[in-house]
């Protein structure tokens, strides 16, 4: 409440097309944290006598391969820095009625929390902490989850340019950290037996059919079938039988696909112009 108060305070006497252009700005430096954050820890940059691979947090069965999270969370980081140079470029050159305009204002403070969130879950997690990290986890995805609903993820009818540069990074985003949650909650609980393993899996797959079919979010569910791949890969690593965890994941990418087809099949056709009926003249 406190730093509310004093946000509110900092930003009554700011016009709203300043405010807009200062929290695109915010947002891309705090996205810069975050990923710097990311690449210093996973690099060993810092923290040198750390083991913990990053990219493959609390060792859970659920995440993904490192090697396929390490190349997914450089796609993320890519798109939602295509993202903030938007936005950014939107702030200084349309009016404040602009769609990209309205977004940044719709999402205020939460893109940033957001970053600054990941960043300290990254450094906590790379120190060995377990506690803490799995707050700063649930606030990354409760602020991202928000952000969803403020700025109406995913809205099929929205502008091309709207579609690529804000909705697509964002979902790809709130999928791929939801499946990290789920493996959060996995390694938290220490869920080891195959029966689990195959309730979480479902778990997943439900959730991602809900988002796509409900909110209209194809991106969410292929972002899902790529964990589950690396989550495929991982399994097929181990040396102790995982059979009917693998086929359940591979049976999971086969749902979202199929899944992706349908949807893709409606919304085009909801796209195309409706017939008007013309009432016949007669000579």
């Known amino acids: 409440m406190i730093l509310r108060h004093n946000y509110l305070i900092l930003t009554s006497n700011i016009s709203p097309m ?15 944290i975050h990923a710097g954050a990311f690449y210093a820890i996973q690099f060993q940059f810092v923290n040198r006598n750390t083991a913990t691979n990053i990219s493959d947090p609390y060792q859970s069965w659920l995440s993904a391969s490192p090697a ?12 939602l820095a295509i993202f903030c140079l938007y936005h950014i470029r939107m702030a200084w ?23 600054l969130a990941g960043a300290g879950w990254l450094v906590t997690l790379a120190g ?7 707050v700063l986890l649930a606030i990354q995805l409760g602020s991202l989850i928000i952000i969803h609903q403020r700025l109406h993820v995913y809205k099929r009818d929205r502008r091309f340019k709207s579609n690529i540069y804000t909705q697509i990074p964002l979902s790809i985003y709130l999928g791929w950290l939801s499946v990290l949650a789920v493996a959060t ?17 479902s778990a997943i797959i439900f959730i991602s059919l809900l988002v796509m079919f409900i909110r209209h979010n194809i991106f969410f569910g292929l972002a899902v079938i790529v964990a589950l791949y690396g ?33 893709l099949t409606v919304d085009f056709r909801l796209r195309e112009s409706p017939q008007v009926y013309q009432r016949p003249v007669y000579d």
């Open 185 to 201: 909650i996995d390694s938290w609980l220490q869920l080891t037996t195959d029966r689990w393993k195959i309730v979480l899996v």
């Open 93 to 115: 050159s349309r009016s404040t009625n602009h769609n990209a305009n309205n977004d940044t204002s719709r999402a205020n403070i939460l893109f940033i929390l957001n970053n």
């Open 18 to 32: 300043n405010r807009i252009k200062s929290l695109s700005m915010a947002n891309a430096i705090s996205l810069l």
């Open 231 to 263: 989550m495929i890969v991982k399994l097929e690593s181990y040396k102790t039988s995982t059979y009917d965890s693998i086929l359940a994941a591979w049976i999971g990418i086969g749902i979202l696909a199929l899944a992706s087809v349908i949807k």
């Open 68 to 79: 396929i999270a390490l190349k997914m969370w450089g796609v993320i980081y890519t798109l």
């Open 128 to 134: 060995g902490q377990e506690s803490v990290p799995l």
